[in-house]
């Protein structure tokens, strides 16, 4: 794993030796304007850059797909595993041929500097990239493609963004990124710091979700979009990978049976690849997981019936 340095790949892990141990997230460098009616929507243009096993990504992939977008937009996967070279594809990309996404990168931006992530919307006509935060990547699928679709779901309602926002923030902080913040801790006490934070979130989430069906009200929203991919994540990879080991999200009745309901829904089920993420983290990580060795467990069933309908949606 490494990043770009002025257009040159450089092989190195996050340096969390000024922050006192604690991983600090780099912010995305390619924005888009959330305000859908800026973006030019075409069918074809637009390439989406994914991991299977990023959960960042696996949001765009879930909004992709329950906005009708997947015939609009198409999708090239990387290989799980972040080695070297970074991201890599398992055959050439379909555009240019690269095999390794730092070169999309340096394609749009030959001086580029900094972390080669995924996910990439990617505009074929432009030739460069749109957008490397998930977080604009989903307001734009959202809204941008649905005169396109005729698919006019809105899962960031004018009169819900309030209450949107401030939930994302929470999650956000604590949990979907709290789980990194305790994986690639590399001090007791910013582990200690992302752990207690990241349970305690853990703790009101489960308290709301004994209120209501979804996290904003009895409607799906972005926010329910934003924390399914941690928690799917969770006891396959976090509670072992990056000892977020309290409890599983196995032992939460009312965040597990809510799992249960958003991978129920829609085919989200189809979006989620446990080979992918088991692959990702246990092998991409040589400093967490030096030997390598992928674990088979658990065994999960979510396909399992829920409890969730007894809140109206
Ligand atoms: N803020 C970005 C974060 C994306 C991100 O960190 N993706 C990870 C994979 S889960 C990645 O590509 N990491 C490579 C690296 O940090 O070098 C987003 O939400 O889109």
């Known amino acids: 794993m490494g990043l770009l340095i002025d257009g040159k ?3 190195q892990w ?14 995305s460098q390619f924005h888009c304007q959330s305000d859908h009616a800026h973006f030019s929507a075409e069918a074809d243009r637009y390439r989406l850059y994914v991991s ?9 992939l879930i909004m992709r797909r329950i906005k009708g977008l997947e015939s609009i ?12 070279q970074g991201w890599q594809f398992d055959e050439p ?3 240019y041929g690269f095999t390794c996404l730092h070169e999309l990168y340096c394609k749009a931006d030959p001086h580029y500097s900094g972390r080669v992530t995924v996910p990439v919307l990617w505009d074929s006509k432009q030739e460069s990239i749109v957008c490397n935060e998930s977080a604009e990547i989903i307001r734009i699928f959202n809204r941008a493609f649905d005169a396109l679709t005729g698919n006019s779901d809105d899962y ?14 929470f999650v956000y902080d604590n949990i979907n990124n709290g789980v990194y913040r305790c994986g690639f801790a590399t001090t007791q006490q910013a582990y200690d710091e992302a752990f207690d934070a990241l349970f305690a979130a853990l703790d009101v989430v489960e308290a709301r979700l004994g209120q209501q069906r979804y996290l904003v009200g009895n409607h799906i929203t972005e926010a329910d979009i934003r924390l399914f991919p941690t928690l799917i994540r969770f006891d396959a990879v976090y509670v072992g990978h990056f000892k977020c080991n309290r ?7 009312n965040l597990s049976n809510y799992l249960r309901d958003l991978y129920q829904w829609q085919d989200i089920a189809g979006t989620v690849n446990f080979e992918h993420i088991k692959q990702h983290y246990y092998y991409s990580h040589a400093s967490i997981n030096p030997t390598r060795i992928v674990p088979k467990g658990p ?7 829920h409890d969730r309908k007894r809140f109206s949606r």
């Open 52 to 60: 299977l096993a990023c959960p960042w990504a696996h949001r765009t």
């Open 9 to 11: 790949w450089s092989d």
């Open 299 to 305: 065994a999960q069933d979510f396909e399992a019936p």
């Open 247 to 253: 409890n599983r999200i196995a032992e939460m009745p």
């Open 14 to 27: 996050y340096d969390t030796s000024s922050t006192g141990g604690r991983f600090v997230r780099s912010e």
């Open 156 to 169: 960031y309602p004018l009169e819900l963004r309030d209450q949107i926002d401030a939930i994302n923030a």
């Open 93 to 95: 990309e379909p555009l």
């Open 73 to 84: 937009i198409p999708v090239t996967v990387v290989h799980p595993h972040m080695l070297e």
